[in-house]
């Protein structure tokens, strides 16, 4: 159980093209889904906190107009980088939890290549 | 603000052996939630064991326990009988009751020698 899957785990494109990652949770709704970066051998930078039907929550410092986050449904989120650059070349995870006091289940996440 | 140290960046040990990771955070609540999640090479993150702070007794999954000290904020994970399948990140994460993030650890990098 608890699965969550996201697509694509991984993504090439040039510069200025706008990429969209998205992140499913299979088999439970899940009322909040995360969005995270990671660069190598670091831990994980929360982006944006997406509850279903409102808009994201973005950290500090994480530019909300160039990560679009949606989150449509109770098993759908998406994170479009749009006019992406090679400083956005990153791994992107995805998490969604299906309460409050429930832990956090992560997708397989997507290795992102600006050329 | 809350904060969580892994103050081992890297370690290793024999397969079969024992291994302890350490995990210590700051907080000022009383109800929250501790937790281990591994990142294999694969860069999954699979969770490992969760841990409700209100909860005297040390959980447990399979070959993975965990030593939840509250009073002095610390919270290892150890794992039995290592496998090679064990090797990854390690990251300590924490939450408090009602909160929307984790907080992540920097991590540990455990390695399995054969």
């Known amino acids: 159980g608890a699965v969550v899957s996201q697509h694509p785990s991984w993504v090439i494109c040039k510069s200025g093209t706008s990429v969209k990652i998205e992140c499913r949770s299979l088999d439970f709704q899940a009322t909040t889904m995360f969005w995270y970066r990671q660069f190598p051998k670091q831990s994980l930078m929360l982006m944006a906190t997406?509850?279903?039907?409102?808009?994201?929550?973005?950290e500090q410092g994480v530019e909300k107009d160039k990560f679009l986050i949606n989150h449509a449904s109770l098993t759908l989120s998406t994170l479009t980088v749009t006019s992406a650059h090679p400083e956005d070349s990153s791994f992107y995870i995805c998490s969604a939890r299906q309460a409050l006091n429930q832990p956090q289940h992560f997708g397989d996440g997507t290795r992102l290549s600006i050329l | 603000a809350q904060t969580v140290t892994q103050s081992q960046p890297e370690m290793s040990v024999q397969e079969a052996e024992t291994v302890t990771l350490s995990c210590t955070y700051d907080?000022?609540?009383?109800?929250?939630?501790l937790f281990w999640y591994k990142q294999p090479p694969s860069r999954q993150m699979i969770l490992v064991i969760r841990?409700?702070?209100?909860?005297?007794q040390n959980a447990t999954e399979n070959r993975f326990s965990v030593n939840f000290q509250k009073a002095a904020k610390s919270f290892s994970l150890k794992i039995s009988d290592s496998q090679l399948g064990d090797a990854a990140m390690y990251f300590c994460?924490?939450?408090?009751?009602?909160?929307?993030?984790?907080?992540f650890g920097q991590g540990t990098r455990l390695t399995i020698n054969p």
């Open positions: 907080t000022s609540e009383s109800d929250y939630y």
């Open positions: 997406s509850n279903e039907g409102s808009k994201a929550t973005y």
């Open positions: 841990q409700e702070a209100y909860k005297q």
């Open positions: 994460a924490y939450n408090t009751q009602g909160a929307q993030k984790l907080v």
